[in-house]
């Protein structure tokens, strides 16, 4: 009997969307130097993989029309594969991948959006009845979900909750009634313009921030705002938590300021000036931060124990930012 061997290669890379290539810059992990890219459509704003590191989703939203596309590009042989076409549900923004489906904003249909990737068709849709709803979380479970609607000032709370049989307007329930599965809907005033935000490691704030220079920390148990902090820096724009889960970090696309809050005092703990800042990724494996500052055509690259920029990326006008490993045999 003869036993043959697999071998598998492991590519580990780093992926920044460039608005002005039209592309999707494929760089080294380790070294950050460029490796290859894969060309998208016009306005790549975020971007998104696999489990298995073997597709990547972007999502282009053609912020200043009727965007309907979402780019699916092979990251083995590093080339575009097929487009999704998002219509009815205009403008896709805000992705995540989980399990197989694709869930994605349709600000421009006030929407949120479960795809099914292997049925290739729209699953599920939720209605936020908001506008310019933008960014998306969604937790582990698949239970909860979470929005900013920018222009509306508001946050959607979605959970899908367990309730009683529904009582029909005779005041008697059928004798089959069952109690049911089914999402709701929480409304939570931020303030106008309120983008950026992230969830705290226990899954119990939110915090988010608003280009008058405020952070907005929202109680996801009570379903209100709990506390405000008047950082007094114009245009806060995103917004994230470190890996250890005890900073905030916070970018301006107006003044080009990083802050650094600490999550449990509140309290302003560092302010650099780094460039307009537009997105930020958190790299958990090397406790590194990228920030895009679009802008400037930029990528910095900071390093979370020293808080200090190790790197200077020049990537024209970049933006959404992802870690994959691609296995291939």
């Known amino acids: ?35 290859g890219s894969i060309a998208v459509g016009e306005d790549p704003h975020e971007v998104v993989t696999t489990t298995d590191g073997a597709l990547a989703y972007v999502s282009i939203p053609l912020m200043n029309g009727n965007g309907h596309e979402i780019d699916v590009l092979d990251l083995k042989t590093l080339k575009p594969q097929k487009v999704i076409d998002t219509k009815p549900f205009y403008i896709p923004h ?40 933008h960014l998306l979380y969604v937790t582990p479970d698949g239970r909860c979900f979470y929005t900013t609607n920018v222009e509306s000032g508001t946050v959607s709370i979605y959970e899908k909750k367990d309730l009683p049989p529904y009582m029909p307007p005779t005041g008697v329930l059928p004798a089959n009634a069952k109690p ?17 935000f992230d969830v705290s490691p226990d899954g119990k704030e939110l915090w988010t921030a608003r280009p008058d220079g405020h952070i907005v920390i929202v109680d996801l148990d009570k379903k209100k705002v709990k506390a405000e902090i008047d950082t007094k820096v114009l245009g806060l724009h995103r917004l994230k938590i470190t890996p250890d889960g005890k900073t905030v970090c916070i970018v301006s696309v107006k003044t080009g300021d990083l802050l650094y809050y600490n999550m449990e005092n509140h309290q302003l703990e560092q302010k650099d000036h780094i460039g307009q800042g537009a997105g930020i990724f ?48």
């Open 1 to 35: 009997m003869i036993l043959c061997k697999l071998t598998f290669a492991q590519q580990h890379y780093l992926l920044v969307l460039s608005k002005t290539e039209k592309k999707l810059i494929v760089l080294d992990y380790k070294t950050l130097d460029r490796v």
């Open 94 to 133: 805000g992705i995540v991948y989980q399990q197989d489906k694709l869930w994605f904003t349709a600000q421009g249909s006030k929407s949120v959006v479960i795809y099914n990737t292997k049925e290739d068709q729209v699953e599920q849709v939720f209605g936020t009845g908001q506008d310019f709803t």
């Open 180 to 196: 049911r599965l089914e999402w709701r809907q929480t409304l939570v005033n931020v303030g106008l313009g309120s983008e950026g």
């Open 282 to 329: 958190m790299d958990k494996q090397t406790n590194r931060m990228f920030i895009s500052c679009t802008p400037d055509s930029y990528v910095v690259v900071i390093d979370l124990a020293t808080r200090r920029e190790i790197k200077h990326l020049n990537i024209g006008r970049p933006d959404g930012i992802a870690a994959v490993r691609v296995l291939s045999n």
